[in-house]
Nanobody, 125 residues
Framework: QVQLVESGGGLVQAGDSLRVSCAAS????????LGWFRQAPGKEREFVAA????????YYAASVKGRFTISRDNSQNSMYLQMNSLKPEDTAVYYC??????????????????WGQGTQVTVSS
């Protein structure tokens, strides 16, 4: 088990940038893949981005590709999501998740077995 804590959410205007962070504890951070998901009111949770254990491979949802960047710092047990050119449709609770049994990044929510509590990102028009 790992504990995941997100931070950095907030209220911004369309076109602004924001970076959310995920701090992990409990297991060797560099041994598992991580991902970001989001859930907007009335909608299902959706994949945003994923990163392999080493950080060498990343994947993005089509809706955020080119605007968002996922990264991790294994020396700091932290993962980040840099969000640029934010749009109102990016408004959601953002969750970080860990796939403790794989070093390979995955877009499938069911494969992630540890989740943070989420951080709210609100983009006003």
């Amino acid at each position: 088990q790992v504990q995941l804590v997100e931070s950095g959410g907030g209220l911004v205007q369309a076109g602004d940038s924001l970076r959310v962070s995920c701090a992990a504890s409990g297991r060797t951070f560099s041994q598992y893949a991580l991902g970001w998901f989001r859930q907007a009111p009335g909608k299902e949770r959706e994949f945003v981005a994923a990163i392999s254990a080493s950080g060498s491979r990343t994947y993005y949802a089509a809706s955020v590709k080119g605007r968002f960047t996922i990264s991790r710092d294994n020396s700091q047990n932290s993962m980040y999501l840099q969000m640029n050119s934010l749009k109102p449709e990016d408004t959601a609770v953002y969750y970080c998740a860990a796939d403790l049994w794989s070093r390979l990044a995955t877009t499938t929510a069911a494969k992630y077995d540890n989740w943070g509590q989420g951080t709210q990102v609100t983009v006003s028009s």
